[in-house]
């Protein structure tokens, strides 16, 4: 499954944060895989509104929604704010 970022603001996240090696890293293992033990990919309560996330590391997660085999990211988030 192909990953695509929808908004620039998501690349702006990861480099303010120093997650973008990460980021890659998590990216072509999601693409080979996209249940990928590492990436703890889950899908989110409310179920019905169909968003994921994937692992970046222990602290981030990238929420995305699928459209046809393309991951729509649309936000990186602190997971345990």
Partial sequence: MEVKVVTP???IYLDKH???SKWYKA???FESNFRHPP???ELLEPKEERIYSFRVDRKYRALFVINK???LVFRVTN???
Wanted: glycine share 0%; proline share 0%; aromatic share 12%.
């Fill in 69 to 71: 085999n393309t991951a």
């Fill in 18 to 20: 120093k997650l973008l």
């Fill in 9 to 11: 603001k998501v690349y």
């Fill in 27 to 29: 990216v072509v293992l």
């Fill in 79 to 81: 997971h345990y704010k």
């Fill in 39 to 41: 990436l703890h990919t």
